[in-house]
């Protein structure tokens, strides 16, 4: 089955200390994104990956890192939680970087809810 | 910059009323459109999407929207909606910034349908 595979769903840690949320897609897409999700901000952009080794920020990549080794993996790293990343956070995929006009959509990971206290 | 609005974050409706919600978008270049729903507790779902070609789109679960260029809208309709369409209803725009694709939500619009 194609989807977007997010670990852990749920996640409670402390401040200062360096988590990993992972995401892998089985589809071979080019196209890898997270996204953390805030009420009444709706989803905003944290980092995307346009293909392997190739990253670069979203909208809000303050306090996050990630990597893209292989094409299937993009993890998101919080070197150090504080609680303002307390959040709902997704991964995406999609087979095109820089395409429109297509018809292609992005395939979103079950979600990883965060709390840092 | 790049934005999408969606005009309401709040939509209470009873059973069997229509639903628009809104969603306006600024974006100079060529987009693809979508509107997404999240069911409580769960993850998005694809609605429907708009790509090219008629610009009336038919999604799954009765959901339509309709794509108007000169007003950079794509608002979501249903005729008559039902309880089990209670959810969060997401437009995002995906359009190319420096040559890759960009999604960019709006801020998302809860809808509450009572029996």
């Known amino acids: ?117 | 910059a790049q934005s999408v609005s969606q005009h309401n974050h709040h939509v209470i409706l009873s059973e069997a009323a229509s639903l628009e919600l809104g969603c306006n978008y600024s974006y100079g270049g060529t987009v693809n459109l979508f509107w997404y729903v999240q069911y409580p507790g769960q993850h998005l779902q694809l609605l429907l999407k708009y790509f090219s070609g008629d610009p009336l789109v038919k999604g799954i679960k009765g959901f339509e929207a309709e794509f108007i260029k000169s007003k950079f809208s794509f608002n979501l309709r249903k005729p008559s909606v039902q309880w089990s369409d209670t959810a969060e209803y997401f437009c995002a725009v995906n359009g190319v910034k420096g040559g890759y694709n960009k999604l960019i939500f709006g801020a998302g619009t809860r809808l509450a349908v009572h029996p």
């Open chain 1, 1 to 117: 089955e194609a989807q977007v595979t997010q670990n852990p769903r749920y996640l409670i840690t402390v401040t200062g200390k360096k988590l990993t949320v992972t995401c892998s897609q089985n589809m071979n897409h080019e196209y890898m994104s997270w996204y953390r999700q805030d009420p009444g901000l709706g989803l905003r952009q944290i980092y995307y990956s346009m293909n392997v080794e190739v990253t670069d920020k979203g909208d809000v990549p303050e306090g996050y890192k990630v990597s893209r080794k292989e094409k299937r993996n993009f993890p998101l790293i919080l070197e150090s939680p504080s609680p303002n990343q307390t959040s709902l956070y997704f991964c995406a995929s999609s087979l095109f970087a820089g395409k429109v006009g297509s018809d292609y959509g992005y395939t979103f990971g079950s979600g990883t809810r965060l709390t840092v206290v």
